[in-house]
Nanobody, 116 residues
């Protein structure tokens, strides 16, 4: 049963912006801290940002701090990641999932490619 569906990826030039969105079930959205992860070719998956259930706490990896913004939409049960000032090193497959506890079944992810 698919519970996490990511969308919004694409190809942009360095300095550009993308907005990723993750749709999830109402139960997951209401009960779990949610995060965005990414996995670049040949590298381990890393957590780049997370947001608490209430949306009052966010945290970012140093590599994206000041450029990425995570948010939650309570009406739509979605978690978004606004990515600005993109760099080639941001190129990866991006996934959303629970953070701070056991992860859920991974979705298909969405590819982000940043060219120099």
């Amino acid at each position: 049963q698919v519970q996490l569906v990511e969308s919004g990826g694409g190809s942009v030039q360095a300095g550009g912006s993308l907005r990723l969105s993750c749709a999830t079930s109402r139960n997951i959205f209401r009960l779990r801290t949610l995060g965005w992860y990414r996995q670049a070719p040949g590298k381990q998956r890393e957590l780049v940002a997370f947001i608490s259930v209430g949306g009052d706490t966010t945290n970012y990896a140093d590599s994206v701090k000041g450029r990425f913004t995570i948010s939650r939409d309570n009406a739509k049960n979605t978690v978004s990641l606004q990515m600005n000032s993109l760099k080639p090193e941001d190129t990866a497959v991006y996934y959303c999932n629970a953070a701070g506890g056991s992860v859920l079944q991974w979705g298909q992810g969405t590819q982000v490619t940043v060219s120099s």
